[in-house]
């Protein structure tokens, strides 16, 4: 991890998943022990005491008062809400504040900025399911996505990323919600997906799907981000009506839950396909995919 200059305390709203794995991964850059403040005070005890070197603090104001970094580490739906707060019971100091929602820029930490503090936001492109340990080491090579209020935040920004052994990637403010629904819809429908495709090989017999599926799937994944559509295989490619015209009934008569997205996402393939080859002519494979829809 490279250097970056230590902060005399770091402070952390929030006390869930993001917000243990950071304070694990930035605590020795504070020379106090990390103070950690959330509106579930058991909660936030615990997640000091996963940290190790760092405390529970009774209120926001004791992070905002001797705090110089402070992250902002709750729900998306917490987020506004935490920042008016957090300006409210200001304190005399001028931190660093960021927070790491995917879907916001820096433009919703405007009250902060009027206090004269620096913000940013530093979203992590990763997931984080409650192994902070681990998610230390997956942080190692990570893209962040960076948007600063100004050049000063950004470069900040741009340190604190270097620190955890990320790669910061800039990303304009009126750029978050598209970059983060494509986060979401690359990743987070990935797995539906996955799992719709498990259940149908379960009630086709099979005693361990995921097994199953995991090498085609590695694979498929693997062609995609190397070659994007071009990595494209199977029957919609070829044309293959009647095997499509066979994939439909029997999840129709068999796994009729997972048909809606199969048909939705067959026809998004095709509507790919057809953009990459500029063909306009139909797939034949297309009226049945829009059958009953």
Known sequence: MSGVTSYRRIGIIGSGRVASALGLALGELSVEPLALWSRDPARCSGAAALIGRAVAAQRMVDIAKTCDLIILAVSDDALEQSIFDLAAVGGTATPFVFHVSGRTGAAILSPLVAKGWLTAAIHPAMTFIG?????????IGAHFAVTGSTGQANAAAHAIVAHLGGVPVDIAEEHRP?????????????VTLIAGSCEALAVAGVDNPAALLAPLARAALENSLGKGMAGLSGPLLRGDEETIAGHIFALGKDCPSLLPPYQA????????????NGREEPSPCRPMLEMGR
């Open 131 to 139: 192994d902070p340990q681990a998610e230390v080491r997956q942080m």
């Open 178 to 190: 598209l970059y983060h629904a494509a986060l979401c819809h690359g990743a987070n429908h990935l």
């Open 265 to 276: 996402m067959g026809l998004a393939t095709l509507d790919a396909l057809q953009r990459l």
